[in-house]
């Protein structure tokens, strides 16, 4: 049985079952019914390299997860036999969300990483070898994304998250941000509401957009508010749990100790709490803390924790809509979509304002 036969049966052109099976919208929902029903019934079975070779669609979206590491050969994932997806606070939400939202408009997804640079033709040959119609790639820096740029070349169908638009760049992807500014500076806004000065920061990876912006935008709240950066309170992470325990006790080492500090994702606020806790102090009696990303796991934390809600869903579903439109139009259509944010409240950060009594509730 091939696409001509089915035709036959139906009473439509062939171009009109290539189109059914590539999920084409404008074909009439009875046409597409019948279409669909036929296939069923004889058991068709587009052949894939075939219609590869034909230059038809094939209904499936790359999501390539980047984490090179070029000075670990090999990734300390491949040495540690570690999971870099299944237990992840930001890939894990997005990648279950994207192919949650693809599989409803009817889209296949092929899951790859990148561990190296030496590794980036996966990317080049998902797209090259027709394997995939549309992909996005999370993780990467703006350095490895202007690799992968250029090892691509032609303008497919491609989007990236947590990168920096350009004018050397908005053209040639689709761009999903958050909105790391306005939260970050929501975020730093509050403690300072709540009467903290002596502020403190541990930062994500400065090499990728939200790391960047974030610490940007702290400077900035503080500076709004008149009040001086202590470089003795600032300390650099990586978003991974180990660094934002090694930052925290740099931190608790300086000589007059913040009265808050903003951890810039919540997985780093993991190992924050716990070096709270092994210098013997309190959250929020001794010291406040509020984080960023609000992941599953920040409103089973002790105390649970305070922080800036980012709604990865909703970053993979805008991801998904984009990427589709721009394959069913047969041309890339670059643009920038920028997910926002919201402070979460919870019991990790305490009012100083006031003077504290037992009985009095902490925000």
Not at 270 to 296: C, R
């Amino acid at each position: 049985m091939n696409s001509n036969e089915i035709a036959k049966i139906v009473g439509v052109s062939r171009s009109t079952v290539s189109r059914v099976i590539n999920n084409y919208p404008d074909i009439p929902p009875a046409t597409r019914e019948k279409v669909l029903k036929a296939i069923k019934e004889y058991n068709y079975y587009p052949n894939a390299s075939a219609r590869r070779l034909a230059g038809m669609k094939n209904s499936t979206l790359g999501i390539f997860i980047v984490d090179i590491k070029d000075n670990e050969k090999p990734h300390h994932v491949i040495i540690n036999n570690e999971d870099l997806l299944y237990d992840n606070s930001y890939f894990s939400p997005f990648i279950n969300a994207f192919i949650d939202q693809a599989n409803k408009m009817h889209y296949y997804v092929l899951v790859s990483t990148v561990y190296s640079s030496e590794e980036l033709w996966k990317i080049q040959s998902a797209f090259y070898e027709k394997r995939i119609d549309g992909g996005v790639v999370i993780g990467s820096n703006e350095d490895d994304f202007s690799r992968i740029l250029k090892a691509i070349k032609k303008n497919f169908v491609l989007a990236a998250v947590d990168i920096n638009v350009t004018e050397h760049n908005k053209n040639k992807a689709i761009y999903i941000n958050i909105d790391n500014y306005t939260g970050a500076y929501d975020a730093t806004k509050y403690l300072i509401e709540l009467g903290h000065k002596n502020i403190g920061i541990v930062t994500g990876d400065l090499n990728k957009l939200s790391g960047k912006i974030r610490f940007e935008s702290f400077k900035d709240a503080l500076s709004g508010s008149c009040i001086p950066l202590n470089e003795d309170f600032i300390a650099y992470g990586d978003f991974t749990e180990y660094s934002g325990y090694t930052a925290m006790k740099k931190i608790l080492m300086s000589k007059y100790k913040p009265t808050a500090v903003l951890v810039c994702n919540d997985t780093m606020t993991i190992g924050a709490y716990k070096a709270i806790a092994e210098a013997g102090l309190s959250i929020p009696e001794d010291i406040s803390v509020i984080g960023f990303d609000n992941t599953q796991s920040s409103q089973h934390m002790s105390p649970p924790l305070t922080t800036v809600n980012v709604s990865l869903a909703e970053a993979a579903r805008n991801c998904v809509e984009v990427i589709a439109r721009s394959i069913e139009n047969d041309r890339l259509e670059a643009e920038e979509r920028i997910i926002g944010t919201k402070i979460i409240k919870r019991n990790s950060c305490r009012n100083i304002n006031i003077e504290t009594l037992p009985n009095v509730a902490k925000s």
